[in-house]
């Protein structure tokens, strides 16, 4: 009872002391990365998500000298999901201690390849080394057990790109830039190593034949083909980064131009994508505490080319970039998942990923621009401790803005010895910066591994449109959640097949005959046995011993009635194993939505895959919209004669959940055609503002009806 009254004054108090005060917000966002000393930014657009490897310098370094490379992923340009360390040089058996330089790693059919610098243990200089992996944050294996080019103490710092044509590029040098193609398996060159003509007209006037030095950045935007680098120029005494041009892989380049000037750390290190329309440029600096040459961090911004093509003069931020697309609290997120922190390190988590550990009084986190929507009443976390615990406080926009709980941690007998931990929030709707801030006595305090919150909607399900699931759900608690469109997998099949396979004998490919959603499908034949079917591995987004919503859509337009299922594969203990996930009867010439909204993936199960079969019947099929969001996600799919113009979320009413996912849409770059039917609701052909006014002039009960707008 003490605890609640001292709970209540002290939101009180911050309430009344809020009014007054103007709140001071923590506003470094830049660098991106706290936990270690990160380097040579590399990043990678791939499944609507940007991955940035980078390099690490060892604290309290005199040298270069590098242990391992590290991933981390955003969907939001702000919020970045630390993956760890995912390769080191001991990976090599040519590697030499320490000599983790720069990197780039690039997807091709479904498979990672990943090219390092390492120095040569036997001598003759550095190479670079390339590594193969299933998924984007590994694991990653040496490919090739010896360099693939060098050893030279002129080969340092891998930029590659696959050109239209497939021709993958590889580049690299200082302090001359060199360049080889590849052939299609991504691990052995096709043809000699060249070297660009190094001079001013190229590259730009420097201190050497030209601006040009090392880690070069090699893509193509348009026709025209780009190399951004770090470059010296005049008597500066640090890198800077410039760029050239070319209307071909091999040039002749033409300079550019200069885009970060020099700052305070000796290097720098470039990598530019272009991510939801709009363009960033990755670099690293000496920002953060202790930083200097040799204790570099990862940092980035956004920048706009000329209507040329030209890259501006950038000047780097302390904010970083605009957040792209909020963050959904009332899914699992995982501790690491950090726009900025201090005094807070990550390590590997005995459930799998990592959780963040080494916390003392007053480490804190920020995770930026987190909806809270219509509330929230309820934290809940997974925490350990080998001490006597400590005390996650919440505050929103800043660190002595408004507290909206205090989650007390108890010791757990260990700091891998995991226990969820709930307790009740106040005050916190709408969107805010969420501050978690951790206090206590002196040492370490406690680890976190995921933490979630409520909003209130704990609801029973009593079934989904499956018929058959191996594990039954009517009995368990889950929350239904609205399907904003947050998918932790997705496949629409409109740009290709993405990694989907024939499973065994079975062939796939796109289809445009049929589509639930968009124009086209895929299609799945040649099957000679009923569990021939369509296939995808799951990535690192999902996680063994955790539950998920899945859903996939499927007909066939010829052949017998059949039984289709949606089924999981998986390894565990050496055995590979089988489970339904839904199953559903579809008649001919309709689709047919296999759904199960809270699917456990078994603990302990490797190498998942989820997959399309039948029970008997041999025949052709097609698959559509095949999705998976957290668990508790009402997903949408076909066969649901239900549907409510503007019921968006699909939970059968339309209200202010419904406005929530109507903005989200409106900002999203990728809407799947679905959703926006249902958010068309003056049936103009197109979604557009003048839809969600309607929705929320709906739900204000200004209007009853939606007007019908049919062109
Ligand atoms: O990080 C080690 C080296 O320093 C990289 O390979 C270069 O690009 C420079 O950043």
Sequence with gaps: MKKILSFVTAAALSCTVLAAVPQPVVKADNPMVQTIYSTDPAPMVYDDTVYVYTGRDKDNADNYYMPDWHCYSSKDMQNWTDHGMILS???????????????????????????????????????????????????????????????????????????????????????????????????????????FDMNQSTFGPGRGSSSYVEGPWFYKRGSLYYLVYAAFYGNDGSESIGYSTASSPTGPWRYGGQVIKAGSCYTNHPGVIDYKGKSYIFYHDSSLPGGGSFTRSVCVDEFQYGSDGSIPTISPSKTGPKQI?????????????????????????????????????????????????????????????????????????????????????????????????????????????????????????????????????????????TTTVTQPITTTTVKTIPDNGDYLLYSSFEDGIGSWEG?????????????????????????????????????????????????????????????????????????????????????????????NRNFRIPSGAENIYIYVETENDKGDFYIDEIKAAAAGTVIKGAGDGSLIPGDINYDGQINSFDVISARKLLLSNSRSAGLVKLADVDRSGEYELNDMILIQNFILGRISEFPDNTP
């Design 89 to 195: 040089w001991d990976d090599f058996s040519w590697g030499k201690q320490d000599t983790a330089w720069a990197s780039q790693c690039i997807e091709r059919n479904g498979k990672f390849y990943y090219y390092v610098t390492l120095e040569s243990r036997s001598g003759g200089g550095r190479g670079i080394g390339v590594a193969v992996a299933d998924s984007p944050a590994g694991p990653f294996k040496d490919a090739l057990g010896k360099p693939l080019c060098g050893p030279s103490w002129e080969y340092i710092d891998p930029t590659v790109f696959i050109d239209d044509d497939g021709q993958a590029w590889l580049m690299f040098g200082n302090p001359s830039c060199y360049y080889v193609k590849l052939n299609e398996d991504m691990i052995s060159l096709k043809g000699q190593i060249g070297k």
């Design 325 to 465: 697309q909020s963050l959904n609290p009332y899914q699992r997120v995982e501790a690491e998942t950090i726009c900025f922190s201090k005094g807070v390190k990550t390590e590997k988590c005995s459930n799998g990923g990592l959780n963040i550990g080494n916390i003392q009084n007053g480490s804190y986190i920020k995770v930026s621009g987190v909806d809270f929507g219509s509330g929230t009443d309820k934290f809940t976390a997974s925490v350990a401790s080998d001490t006597d615990g400590g005390t996650i406080e919440m505050y929103l926009d800043g660190l002595s803005g408004t507290k909206i709980g205090s989650c007390e941690v108890p010791g757990t007998g260990g700091w891998q010895s995991w226990k969820e931990v709930s307790c009740s929030v106040s005050s916190a709707s709408g969107e805010h910066d969420l501050y978690f801030k951790f206090t206590g006595s002196s040492g370490y305090l406690l680890n976190v591994d995921w933490w979630k919150f409520g909003d209130g909607s704990e609801q029973i399900v009593t079934g989904t449109t």
């Design 503 to 595: 499973r065994l004998g079975a062939s796939v490919e796109t289809s445009s005959k049929y589509a639930l959603a968009g124009s086209k499908s895929l299609f799945c034949s040649g099957r000679s046995e009923a569990f021939h079917g369509a296939i995808i591995a799951l990535g690192s987004n999902f996680k063994a011993g955790e539950s998920y919503s899945f859903s996939a859509n499927a007909m066939y337009d010829s052949g017998s009635a059949d039984t289709y299922h949606f089924t999981m594969q998986y390894d565990l203990n050496g055995e590979t194993k089988y489970e339904k996930i839904a199953s559903a009867d579809p008649a001919q010439g309709e689709w047919v939505q296999l759904a």
